[in-house]
């Protein structure tokens, strides 16, 4: 994973990012041995905790990792007063392809959440095979951001984003990776290839200031992109929503998958 592309968001995402919805947090509280003891979770990208936080009380032991150093504060800060007695919460700073776990340990479930598109997705796949247990799961969970929405009004806040840094999309102060094969085709390519998938409609409903907070957490509308022109670019924002709505509400529909995927029975 490029480790700079969310240089400065981390506290925008821990507290603009959407959590999971309750239908994907029941599939995966129901995923990889429900019965074992202890149950080990491995959130990969974990970013600032959100798959750990909507699981907390479903595992006994949690390996919780990223490459940003700053979204593991924030994590750490949000998840550790939360954590119910007994349960074991390790926050890893590194890489998901150099990864590896305390000897011994394999992971009953591994999420991904948003973040699969950012790693070398062969390669950590092949190395998890080696830490889930074995009849855990892998989970890929990921839904459109506002840049590949089809809302009409995230539409518009994108092509303000475009007018202020540029067509293509940004990734920090790169380019965003070429479009990746789908998940679940990844996925059937590797070791965990019983793969079923199901999607969640969802329904979000921002105001405008929820709106810049969302844009400040990702890497195509990092805060720091805009150096001196970020007022303007909020005034900009600000403006267009104003058309789609006069009393700040903002209605978005999406939908969120989770690929769960399995070795062969």
Excluded at 14 to 35: M, V
Excluded at 91 to 118: I, K, N, S, Y
């Amino acid at each position: 994973m490029r480790v700079n592309v969310f240089e400065g968001t981390a506290g925008y995402y821990g507290r603009y990012r959407p959590g999971l919805p309750a239908e994907a947090i029941a599939l995966l509280a129901g995923a990889g041995s429900p019965t074992s003891r202890p149950r080990r979770l491995l959130d990969i990208g974990t970013g600032t905790g959100l798959v750990v936080k909507a699981l907390l009380d479903r595992f006994d032991d949690i390996i919780a990792l990223d490459a940003d150093a700053e979204m593991l504060v924030v994590a750490e800060t949000d998840l550790r007063p939360r954590l119910p007695p007994g349960v074991r919460l390790s926050l890893r700073h590194g890489a998901a392809e150099e990864f590896m776990p305390p000897q011994g340990w394999r992971a009953d479930l591994v999420t991904f959440c948003r973040v699969f598109h950012w790693l070398d997705r062969p390669a950590v796949l092949a190395r998890l095979n080696q830490h889930v247990a074995p009849h855990g799961a892998v989970a890929v969970l990921a839904d459109r951001s506002l840049w590949t929405s089809t809302n009409p009004w995230q539409q518009a806040v994108r092509s303000v984003v475009q007018d202020f840094l540029g067509t293509q999309r940004r990734a920090g102060n790169g380019a965003f990776p070429a479009t990746s094969e789908p998940f679940g085709q990844t996925l059937r390519a590797s070791a965990f290839s019983d793969v079923t998938e199901t999607y969640v409609p969802v329904r979000r409903a921002w105001s405008a200031d929820s709106v810049l907070g969302y844009l400040y957490s990702t890497s195509f509308a990092a805060p720091h992109l805009f150096g001196d022109r970020r007022d303007r670019f909020e005034a900009a924002v600000k403006q267009i929503l104003a058309y789609f709505s006069d009393t700040d509400t903002f209605v978005e529909d999406n939908t969120f998958v989770i690929h769960l995927g399995r070795r062969p029975a």
